[in-house]
């Protein structure tokens, strides 16, 4: 596709399952970012790839928060034991050059609800 | 943590009146963008400034820049009603760390 993918649109877990969130960026994207958004709230910078290279995850806000982008394009964040104040939208996007010096591509976001 | 604060948080207009938006942040800057958001959307990117302009246009959209105030502001001339939605400003640190940061928003709507 043309734009941003992610999948699933949609999540509801129990506490303590694990999730896996997926975001295709747009072909040919060096950049790729992940951003927690609460209902009302702006985009909270989770962690930022370049290629393959995971340059800054310090919006990680534990290490039950794990993200990979293994061959620079497809990336997965993964959430372990979820909690209920994990329930968020998680944002993916990408951008063509290098970190956020041009425009960002954002996908329509993963809905993750806890119960 | 956030970088940008965007002022007011929420802001209500009659279609055909012009919308003023501002963000505040804290340290150096790259560049500072403007988002949209529709409700249960993704952000749209709407316009990029570098910390070396001053002020830039786009369609009805206007952008300023003072980076010795740290300020920006957003105009909508013309509000359609159309143009409901969130508005987020975002910031490239200055350092090089590549992450952009965003603001808490601006909720606008635009009453036809």
């Known amino acids: 596709g043309a734009g941003v993918s992610q999948s699933p649109r949609y999540k509801v877990a129990k506490r303590g399952q694990d999730v896996a969130l997926r975001c295709d960026p747009i072909s040919g994207h060096v950049s790729l970012f992940w951003y927690q958004q609460a209902l009302g709230q702006g985009p909270e910078f989770l962690t930022y790839?370049?290629?393959?290279?995971?340059?800054?995850k310090s919006g990680l806000p534990s290490d039950r928060f794990f993200a990979e982008r293994p061959e620079g394009s497809v990336s997965t964040l993964k959430i372990q034991r979820t909690q209920q104040e994990d329930s968020a939208v998680y944002l993916c996007a990408s951008s063509l050059g290098q970190g956020g010096v041009g425009e960002l591509f954002f996908g329509e976001g993963s809905r993750l609800t806890v119960l | 943590s956030q970088q940008g604060e965007e002022d007011p948080q929420a802001l209500s207009i009659q279609e055909g009146e012009n919308a003023t938006m501002n963000c505040s942040y804290k340290t150096s800057i790259n560049n500072l963008q403007w988002y949209r958001q529709n409700s249960g959307r993704g952000l749209v990117h709407l316009i990029l400034i570098r910390s070396n302009e001053r002020e830039k246009h786009s369609g009805r959209l206007r952008v300023t820049l003072d980076t010795s105030k740290k300020s920006s502001s957003l105009l909508i001339t013309a509000s359609r009603a159309a143009d409901t939605a969130s508005y987020f400003c975002?910031?490239?640190?200055?350092?090089?760390?590549?992450?952009?940061?965003f603001g808490q928003g601006t909720t606008l709507q635009v009453k036809p």
């Open positions: 790839f370049q290629n393959e290279a995971q340059l800054d």
């Open positions: 975002a910031t490239l640190s200055g350092e090089g760390t590549g992450k952009l940061i």
